[in-house]
T-cell receptor, first 114, second 110 residues
Framework: DAGVIQSPRHEVTEMGQEVTLRCKPISGHNSLFWYRQTMMRGLELLIYFNNNVPIDDSGMPEDRFSAKMPNASFSTLKIQPSEPRDSAVYFC????????????FGPGTRLTVT | GIQVEQSPPDLILQEGANSTLRCNFSDSVNNLQWFHQNPWGQLINLFYIPSGTKQNGRLSATTVATERYSLLYISSSQTTDSGVYFCAGISNFGNEKLTFGTGTRLTIIP
């Protein structure tokens, strides 16, 4: 079975542009998580969904960030407008909602905002 | 939320050496996981170990849930073991937020 799939793997954009990151969770998993990794703050949870419903978005830095999960196999994280301080690696992870809730991570998207 | 402390922050070892990495939690956790972030940035699942002991090849892990710590053992280190090792857990009293430690950077010298 394929793991968590993220696209693009690398994104370079100019300040002020809109950025959309995409994630496909592992088939059958019903929880999806977006994380951000920076040198200063390490790995931090931005938002997570259970059964496509956003549960906790308290980690989203500000209103420029939004996330959606229109169906069980697809999620997006959008930054509009982007700023240089948004440069980071963004990871998507998925797990089962109950039972063994081990999270599996995608390869990440390295975002650079110039 | 919970605090996750990892030690040591950095470790440099000769190939073939053994090592022990430690993870302390400020509160009771479940869903305790160990990850290896390789030099390409990928987060690789090593263990899902809320309690007890597990082994996988040269790696093993032990979690003592009542004392809120976990240990990762690496035996006969290889250069491919280099990278950053993270532990992460979810508080028993919170939601499903996985909180990460700051990691242990392991460098294996040939």
């Amino acid at each position: 079975d394929a793991g968590v799939i993220q696209s693009p793997r690398h994104e370079v954009t100019e300040m002020g542009q809109e950025v959309t990151l995409r994630c496909k969770p592992i088939s059958g998993h019903n929880s999806l998580f977006w994380y951000r990794q920076t040198m200063m703050r390490g790995l931090e949870l931005l938002i997570y969904f259970n059964n496509n419903v956003p549960i906790d978005d308290s980690g989203m830095p500000e209103d420029r960030f939004s996330a959606k999960m229109p169906n069980a196999s697809f999620s997006t994280l959008k930054i509009q407008p982007s700023e240089p301080r948004d440069s980071a690696v963004y990871f998507c992870a998925s797990s089962f909602l109950s039972g063994t809730v081990e999270q599996y991570f995608g390869p990440g998207t390295r975002l650079t905002v110039t | 939320g919970i605090q996750v402390e990892q030690s040591p922050p950095d470790l440099i070892l000769q190939e073939g050496a053994n090592s022990t990495l430690r993870c302390n939690f400020s509160d009771s956790v479940n869903n305790l996981q160990w990850f290896h972030q390789n030099p390409w940035g990928q987060l690789i699942n090593l263990f899902y170990i809320p309690s007890g002991t597990k082994q996988n090849g040269r790696l093993s892990a032990t979690t003592v849930a009542t004392e809120r710590y976990s240990l990762l053992y690496i035996s006969s280190s290889q250069t491919t073991d280099s990278g950053v090792y993270f532990c992460a857990g979810i508080s028993n009293f919170g939601n499903e937020k996985l909180t990460f430690g700051t990691g242990t950077r392991l460098t294996i010298i040939p």
